[in-house]
């Protein structure tokens, strides 16, 4: 059993801290959320590390926009929706790509500066895309350069305070009201912050996998403190593998965006084949699910462990330019992007589904919000976009403040202690080291890009041998990040294991067919209320 608490703290025992809204995360949700506030609220800004840290840092694509005049909000909506599987919603998505453009309006009057051709904004195509609509940044540094803008305007608002180091235990709610957060500052001391209104930007789960593209801070916490204080958690078997990160000895998991196969790469087996037509008709464009279960397949049919990226035959002044980023970390391996083929395969990337919101970010508890990776908001359905994700944070960040400025003040007081476990005794350091891997090893066994009954049973009953965890005494981050990595786990599995066909981001290799008359709904998972289902009307697309 999940505990509503990790820890057993009186919170009217330790020091209060009150602010108008509390944002949790310094991606670009946090970040462009904060700033959006901070015209008419006093803000607190918490980062488990600094405003750097965060996968919005690592996004190399870049953002999608209509901003061309041979594309239009319908042609983006179309293909989200088709890409989505069935599951967007579409007043979401319609909601993404009519706002998205002042979004990108608003990124650059902060300061941002994408990139330019002939005096005009650069515009390059991705995977599943009917149109060249991504807009990037030193080509393919997007994310952070989107991060430097919004980090500097952030550490100058003088209605900005943050705490970097700082982590979010759990959340605080008090009749159905989240009313703040129990936070350890980066001594040991906790303290109760108290907000008129809770946003949780706090981004994905990669580490929930041994290999992943995401940075050491993405382990579900928003998901996990968002469940344990009975938020709908939705779709949380919708997880994105990317299909081309770099798979070298002595090279981490870098990842090789998805720009370059839109600008011609070419995905080749060990013996050199082009295989994609076997699998789509869009080739190396097909949507990110669809390419990594291609390139899984060519791996198990040619007994190796990657397969090759080829972008040579394009000019090496255009690769060097477009893909400054990627050609340096390559050449840093003795790998040449201009004339190597370069060794990829899948490895986690995105979480589609997450804490459950409305088309104003605000989740089933009153005063609680989510924005960008953490939330479902239902723009991504059951496989996201290419660079839709960016604009997801900053139209649903703009729209949050907009509904938290309507909110009544939160009355004054400090709630009561909340429940816990009793005789807790503490881990060793090591002991949560050697969990966590046990975890990523199950989670890679059991739910990665395949799956099926009997392997997602049985990473269930392996991960539910953890629970005792919960009754440890919790107090350093590794602590609170393995029980919600733990949390977010479980939640996984057991929608992965409920949904009986293959749809975008999960596939069954004993369910391969999507299924639309059993299957057209969402998975929704609330800690009260266990698992139930949400049927979508007149909502989804069929294929």
């Given at each position: 059993m999940i505990p509503r608490y990790l820890t057993d703290t009186d919170l009217t025992a330790i020091p209060h801290y009150k602010t108008d809204v509390i944002i949790i995360g310094a991606g670009i949700a946090g970040l462009f959320t904060a700033l959006q506030a901070s015209a008419s609220q006093r803000v607190l800004?918490?980062?488990?590390?600094?405003?750097?840290?965060?996968?919005?840092?690592?996004?190399?694509?870049?953002?999608?926009?209509?901003?061309?005049?041979?594309?239009?909000?319908?042609?983006?909506?179309?293909?989200?929706?088709?890409?989505?599987?069935?599951?967007?919603?579409?007043?979401?998505?319609?909601?993404?790509?009519?706002?998205?453009?002042?979004?990108?309006?608003?990124?650059?009057?902060?300061?941002?500066?994408?990139?330019?051709?002939?005096?005009?904004?650069?515009?390059t195509k991705e995977g599943a895309h009917s149109q060249r609509r991504i807009l990037h940044a030193n080509g393919d540094a997007t994310g952070a350069e989107i991060v430097r803008a919004l980090s500097e305007n952030t550490k100058n608002n003088p209605s900005i305070e943050i705490?970097?180091?700082?982590?979010?235990?759990?959340?605080?709610?008090?009749?159905?009201?989240?009313?703040?957060?129990?936070?350890?500052?980066?001594?040991?001391?906790?303290?109760?912050?108290?907000?008129?209104?809770?946003?949780?930007?706090?981004?994905?789960?990669?580490?929930?996998f041994r290999y992943t593209t995401n940075p050491d801070v993405a382990t579900g916490d928003g998901v996990a403190i968002a469940y344990r204080a009975g938020a709908d958690i939705r779709d949380m078997e919708?997880?994105?593998?990317?299909?081309?990160?770099?798979?070298?000895?002595?090279?981490?998991?870098?990842?090789?965006?998805?720009?370059?196969?839109?600008?011609?790469?070419?995905?080749?087996?060990?013996?050199?084949?082009?295989?994609?037509?076997?699998?789509?008709?869009?080739?190396?464009?097909?949507?990110?699910?669809?390419?990594?279960?291609?390139?899984?397949?060519?791996?198990?049919e040619t007994g190796s462990s990657f397969i090759y990226l080829d972008i040579t035959h394009e000019p090496e002044q255009m690769i060097r330019h477009r893909f400054p980023t990627i050609y340096e970390t390559c050449l840093s391996f003795g790998l040449d992007l201009t004339s190597d083929w370069i060794p990829v395969a899948p490895a986690a990337h995105y979480m589609m589904g997450g804490v459950k919101t409305d088309l104003h970010g605000e989740t089933n508890i009153k005063r609680l919000f989510a924005c960008g990776e953490v939330s479902s908001t239902g723009v991504h359905?059951?496989?996201?976009?290419?660079?839709?994700?960016?604009?997801?944070?900053?139209?649903?960040?703009?729209?949050?403040?907009?509904?938290?400025?309507?909110?009544?003040?939160?009355?004054?007081?400090?709630?009561?202690?909340?429940?816990?476990?009793?005789?807790?005794?503490?881990?060793?350091?090591?002991?949560?080291?050697?969990?966590k891997l046990k975890l990523q090893k199950v989670m890679v066994r059991?739910?990665?890009?395949?799956?099926?009954?009997?392997?997602?049973?049985?990473?269930?009953?392996?991960?539910?041998?953890?629970?005792?965890?919960?009754?440890?005494?919790?107090?350093?981050?590794?602590d609170y990040e393995f029980a919600n990595l733990l949390?977010?786990?479980?939640?996984?599995?057991?929608?992965?294991?409920?949904?009986?066909?293959?749809?975008?981001?999960?596939?069954?290799?004993?369910?391969?067919?999507?299924?639309?008359?059993?299957?057209?709904?969402?998975?929704?998972l609330n800690r009260e209320c266990g698992l139930t289902e949400e049927w979508i009307l007149n909502d989804g697309i069929k294929l």
């Open positions: 800004l918490i980062t488990k590390k600094s405003l750097l840290d965060s996968n919005t840092r690592y996004a190399q694509g870049g953002i999608a926009a209509v901003i061309s005049d041979e594309d239009s909000p319908e042609y983006h909506l179309q293909d989200t929706l088709v890409a989505g599987a069935g599951l967007c919603s579409r007043d979401a998505v319609d909601v993404l790509v009519h706002e998205g453009p002042q979004g990108v309006q608003d990124l650059i009057r902060m300061g941002t500066q994408f990139d330019l051709e002939n005096g005009e904004i650069a515009l705490w970097d180091d700082h982590i979010v235990i759990d959340l605080i709610t008090v009749d159905g009201e989240c009313c703040g957060a129990l936070v350890q500052k980066p001594d040991g001391q906790r303290v109760y912050v108290q907000g008129n209104a809770t946003v949780l930007c706090t981004g994905g789960a990669g580490q929930l919708f997880i994105q593998f990317h299909p081309t990160v770099l798979v070298y000895p002595g090279a981490p998991r870098f990842l090789i965006s998805e720009a370059v196969r839109g600008e011609g790469a070419y995905l080749r087996n060990i013996k050199g084949e082009r295989f994609m037509e076997k699998y789509h008709p869009q080739l190396e464009l097909a949507p990110r699910d669809v390419v990594a279960r291609a390139i899984v397949s060519e791996i198990e359905g059951a496989n996201r976009l290419a660079s839709n994700s960016l604009s997801e944070a900053i139209v649903f960040g703009r729209r949050i403040i907009d509904r938290i400025r309507t909110l009544a003040p939160l009355p004054n007081g400090v709630p009561q202690a909340g429940e816990g476990t009793s005789a807790r005794t503490e881990l060793p350091k090591q002991a949560m080291v050697e969990k059991y739910a990665g890009v395949r799956r099926d009954a009997a392997g997602l049973q049985r990473g269930l009953d392996e991960l539910k041998r953890h629970l005792p965890s919960f009754d440890s005494c919790l107090t350093r981050r590794e949390t977010c786990a479980l939640l996984t599995a057991e929608a992965a294991l409920r949904r009986e066909e293959s749809r975008g981001g999960h596939y069954r290799e004993d369910f391969p067919q999507r299924r639309d008359e059993q299957w057209l709904k969402h998975t929704v």
